[in-house]
């Protein structure tokens, strides 16, 4: 049995975009994606990045949720360091309270950007050293079992917002695995520790109240149009997109320009980010993506694609919710 395709929207800002337009199309990709019949879409925090327009991922979720009426939508993930616990439980009790049985929580310790943005979030050097301790804090709040006394979250007391854990290296596997939470791992991105940061996941698992057994849900990026040379195409023009993305610096770069930094050695690094994508017709997407969920031992699948032609991106996700037999299931 074929394992469930969920989306995690970059919610990019397009060449010639306004976030307003990124939040459309968001908006519009939820409607879509919720009768294709994908489980889930899952919206990132990220600071200081003019591209992508997902930064307050409860706001975004409350909007998406007003707009659409059973998807389930979460955060993959909010960056757990940059808040405070309570505050997150506050929000995101909230949009349970709003939404029922529709939110997720994943968390993250990476702080989503860069130095200077760390400083103007208030963010200390410590803060991750401290996210087990927050994890459990903030888990403490949504079950109505407050770990700081005479303190709840209001809404948020009682709501048992499921908990994933975000990672892409052994540390989250190890804390997931700990305290018996869905672990979901970055392999859309950083697809290096993959294999290992899943078995050690799974063979330290220690079952939770949430939780009876392991469940993995691997990132992946996917590129499907109606034949192979099309979908190749768009994949040319992602890979080029992320050579100004990562290294641009301000600058643009000519395709010709593109194409000769991803030859050179600067360029691997942003081929091995997009090591693990499906890319062709829907067949070939399908296969490819039957083959990763059984190489990332995955029970679940989160689909990212970067696809710049909005229409292109659209449809994308169409084809392949077809070809996986979404809508049947």
């Given at each position: 049995m074929?394992?469930?395709l969920s989306i995690l929207d970059l919610a990019h800002i397009?060449?010639?975009e306004?976030?307003?337009d990124s939040l459309e199309a968001s908006v519009t990709l939820a409607q879509h994606a919720e009768e294709w019949g994908y489980r889930r879409i899952w919206y990132a925090e990220h600071h200081n990045m003019p591209t992508i327009a997902s930064s307050a991922t409860s706001v975004l979720i409350a909007h998406v949720a007003a707009h659409t009426s059973r998807i389930r939508l979460g955060a993959g993930g909010v960056m757990l360091p940059n808040h405070a616990p309570l505050t997150i439980a506050e929000q995101y009790g909230t949009l349970e309270t709003l939404h029922p049985g529709r939110i997720d929580l994943g968390l993250g310790r990476a702080p989503g950007s860069d130095q200077k943005t760390m400083w103007a979030l208030r963010r200390d050097a410590a803060s991750a050293d401290r996210f087990p301790q927050d994890v459990l804090e903030?888990?403490?709040?949504l079950t109505g079992e407050s770990r700081v006394?005479?303190?709840d979250a209001t809404p948020g007391k009682g709501t048992n917002v499921p908990l994933y854990i975000l990672g892409s290296?052994?540390?989250?596997?190890r804390l997931a695995a700990a305290l018996g939470l869905p672990y979901s791992f970055a392999s859309h991105f950083a697809p290096d520790a993959l294999s290992e940061a899943v078995s050690l996941y799974r063979r330290e698992f220690q079952p939770s109240e949430q939780l009876a057994e392991p469940y993995v849900i691997a990132g992946v990026n996917a590129i499907v149009a109606e034949d192979t040379e099309t979908a190749q195409q768009l994949f040319t023009e992602v890979k080029r997109a992320r050579v100004g993305l990562f290294l641009g610096r301000g600058r643009t770069f000519t395709p010709e320009e593109a194409d000769a930094v991803l030859q050179a050695p600067a360029g691997r690094q942003i081929l091995n980010m997009v090591k693990y994508t499906a890319v062709g017709n829907p067949a070939e997407a399908r296969d490819y993506l039957a083959w990763f969920a059984d190489h990332a031992q995955a029970d679940e699948l989160i689909v990212a694609?970067?696809?710049?032609?909005?229409?292109a991106w659209l449809?994308?996700?169409?084809l392949l919710a077809d070809a996986w037999g979404l809508a049947a299931s």
């Open positions: 074929a394992v469930p397009g060449t010639g306004t976030a307003g903030l888990q403490g709040y006394p005479g303190v290296s052994l540390f989250g596997a694609s970067s696809v710049t032609d909005r229409k449809r994308s996700y169409e």
